[in-house]
T-cell receptor, first 110, second 114 residues
Framework: KQEVTQIPAALSVPEGENLVLNCSFT??????LQWFRQDPGKGLTSLLL?????REQTSGRLNASLDKSSGRSTLYIAASQPGDSATYLC?????????FGTGTSLTVIP | SAVISQKPSRDICQRGTSLTIQCQVDSQVTMMFWYRQQPGQSLTLIAT?????????ESGFVIDKFPISRPNLTFSTLTVSNMSPEDSSIYLC???????????FGQGTRLTVV
């Protein structure tokens, strides 16, 4: 069974800092990997989707990379802002099924 | 993309009662999924809802506890039956337009059982 791990579990940074969130998965036979943002008590907002044939995707200040052979993905957030404070989840997709990591809780301090 | 509306957004229920959660999508989708997120945990898939057939449940989840309906390609319901405090979670509806593509989520239903 696919297992997805996210490190660190929690992160606190001052505003303006660049940061990296990590996601690792055990089975490299994936279709895609998706990064989500979750605000407290809310649903999930999709940030970036990387297909298995791609190495990275970018959206604004966010950049996600995928190294399928090593079972790793990173989410890079540039020039962090207090509004970025949320939990970030990565999910590995195979067919219709997604397997979720445990999340990284990010706090950006003004 | 797909826009998902989930109702109710939150509820506080008495132990032993049941709650039905509705999920409406703005376009026709083949597969709909129901997830549970227990406090401080990540998402766990409960079941996959297919139109015109019985839902497929993941290990640890049973139809008697979590009956699911899928009457058409834009709508599904999840019922949490005979609730106990351990059922207090966020329940999320999700869709994918087709396999291997982006997943979209509703805003979730925050359930508290007292």
């Amino acid at each position: 069974k696919q297992e997805v791990t996210q490190i660190p579990a929690a992160l606190s940074v001052p505003e303006g800092e660049n940061l990296v969130l990590n996601c690792s998965f055990t089975d490299s036979a994936i279709y895609n990997l998706q990064w989500f943002r979750q605000d407290p008590g809310k649903g999930l907002t999709s940030l970036l989707l990387i297909q298995s044939s791609q190495r990275e995707q970018t959206s604004g200040r966010l950049n996600a990379s995928l190294d399928k052979s090593s079972g790793r993905s990173t989410l890079y957030i540039a020039a962090s802002q207090p509004g970025d404070s949320a939990t970030y989840l990565c999910a590995v997709g195979r067919g219709w099924q997604f397997y979720f990591g445990t999340g990284t809780s990010l706090t950006v301090i003004p | 993309s797909a826009v998902i509306s989930q109702k109710p957004s939150r509820d506080i229920c008495q132990r032993g009662t049941s709650l039905t959660i509705q999920c409406q999508v703005d376009s026709q989708v083949t597969m709909m999924f129901w997830y549970r997120q227990q406090p401080g945990q990540s998402l766990t898939l409960i079941a996959t809802a297919n139109q015109g057939s019985e839902a497929t449940y993941e290990s640890g989840f049973v139809i008697d506890k979590f009956p699911i309906s899928r009457p058409n390609l834009t709508f599904s319901t999840l019922t949490v039956s005979n609730m106990s405090p351990e059922d207090s979670s966020i329940y999320l509806c999700s869709v994918s337009v087709e396999g291997g593509t982006e997943a979209f989520f509703g805003q979730g239903t925050r359930l508290t059982v007292v």
